[in-house]
């Protein structure tokens, strides 16, 4: 190991090739308020306020990151937030009724999109449909992992940021997903789109302030793309009787097991609020209660990202069962990460309500399957015994055994002989170093160099300057 700077750890490997990552600096402490970390290009460490989160749920009513509430009802594609090297998207869908629904969610980084589809809840790469677990590794050592742990969850880690740059949760309710979008604090102020500025202030989350100005702001693409509807509360279309039964319904989320989060996250009434939002649900299914149940889920997974443990709220409403699909069982304290056919005993960290394979079995193309039926699966594309694949970002070769795992070994580089007017350099989705002409340098990050050249930024060895 040697440091090119104080703020900076590099370690050299067998095959010359340099790892640098930005050094711990016991002098900054963060805590509290502002306790995620930050590291800018030179490696200098700042203290950034705590993840924030911003959803999407049911027809849809989104929440912003400062805790905005409103409908929108836009057919198209919007960016929902956005900070300084990746984008994240939501396209809406109509089931044939004027309510709209989240189908899908988009995190754009490095030119690639990574996409969770309602359809068949499933993962799309760069508009082909991948396996999961996924996972893409960038030779920076960025990386990019979507699992299933009865729920998809896509992770975004940069070498900057600790913990996640962006973790995009997406649940299935059948024809639609819900989604809830938790940014790194380094895009506080930063960040534009459907979850507002998340600058502390709620009055300038929505332009204009109104919803539908709003969402037009960030509409993105779409071939068929029509203006939003007007704003409409469907409790006006079938009358009091059925409008008063929905509220009767909507009014369990004061009853228990409700009720024990009742004082930290407030349930609303019959204009504003969970209950609102339930009412507007059943009043569109027609007074059909079970519709009532992906609001209910909604306001049991608020009370327990804030501490109040609402996860067995099922077994106190017998209108809102959970039905999975195949072998899988509906847990409420499933294991995160879910043990997989790539890691089948992965380090824990948390639970999470949902579906999931029984123990000692892994979710593989949707079914439930024992350890010898584990195929092998590498960036969400199946590979069968004897067949090899070449790993960029890990820098490894690897060929797929019969027990349905990788056995890898390190890519060998070819020694670079470079002319007096080239540069070692890399690129984030290329292993071996490689010489580069017609290059101007932008500056230093991390003890490398960065390198401009045809728009694309490089990154070259230390001491290949002079």
Request: hydrophobic share 25%; proline share 6%.
């Amino acid at each position: 190991m040697y440091n090119p700077n104080q703020n900076t750890d590099c370690t050299c490997d067998a095959r010359g090739r340099h790892t640098c990552k930005c050094a711990d600096d016991p002098k900054v402490t963060c805590s509290g308020v502002n306790s995620g970390v930050r590291y800018d290009e030179n490696c200098n460490k700042s203290c950034v306020p705590q993840p924030a989160s911003c959803s999407s749920a049911n027809d849809p009513h989104y929440r912003t990151f400062d805790g905005t509430s409103y409908d929108f009802h836009g057919l198209c594609t919007y960016q929902a937030a956005s900070c300084d090297d990746f984008k994240v998207f939501m396209k809406n869908k109509n089931l044939g009724s004027t309510p709209t629904y989240t189908d899908r969610v988009m995190l754009e980084f490095k030119g690639h999109t990574f996409a969770i589809h309602s359809y068949g809840f499933s993962v799309h790469v760069d508009h082909v449909r991948v396996n999961v677990p996924y996972k893409k590794r960038f030779s920076n050592g960025d990386t990019v992992t979507i699992e299933n742990s009865g729920q998809l969850v896509m992770t975004l880690k940069s070498k900057d940021r600790s913990p996640d740059s962006v973790k995009i949760t997406a649940r299935h309710m059948g024809k639609w997903i819900n989604v809830v979008i938790t940014l790194h604090g380094s895009c506080a102020a930063f960040t534009e789109g459907l979850c507002g500025r998340w600058n502390g202030d709620r009055s300038d989350d929505l332009v204009g302030n109104a919803p539908n100005v709003h969402g037009e702001k960030y509409k993105v693409y779409d071939s068929s793309c029509p203006a939003p509807p007007p704003p409409y509360d469907p409790c006006h279309d079938i009358g009091p009787l059925r409008k008063q039964q929905a509220l009767e319904t909507c009014m369990k989320l004061t009853e228990a097991p409700f009720a024990a989060c009742n004082s930290v996250v407030p349930v609303g009434d019959a204009s504003s609020g969970f209950i609102n939002t339930c009412m507007t649900e059943i009043c569109q299914c027609r007074t059909d209660k079970t519709c009532a149940c992906p609001e209910f889920d909604s306001y049991a997974e608020e009370c327990i990202d804030n501490g109040v443990d609402l996860t067995h709220w099922r077994d106190h409403v017998d209108f809102c069962p959970y039905t999975c699909p195949g072998q899988q069982v509906y847990r409420v304290d499933g294991p995160v990460p879910a043990p997989t056919c790539l890691d089948r005993t992965p380090t824990l960290t948390g639970t999470a309500r949902g579906c999931f394979c029984t123990e000692g079995e892994y979710l593989q193309e949707g079914v439930c399957v024992g350890a010898a039926q584990c195929r092998c699966l590498h960036e969400g594309v199946f590979y069968e015994p004897g067949e090899r694949l070449t790993d960029e970002g890990e820098c490894q070769e690897c060929g797929c055994e019969e027990t349905g795992l990788l056995s890898c070994r390190p890519i060998q580089c070819p020694d670079l002989k470079c002319a007096a007017d080239e540069l070692v350099s890399y690129r984030d989705d290329q292993c071996c170093p490689y010489c580069q002409r017609d290059w101007v340098c932008s500056g230093l990050r991390g003890g490398r160099a960065d390198v401009l050249q045809g728009g694309q930024v490089l990154s070259l060895l230390p001491g290949t300057l002079g």
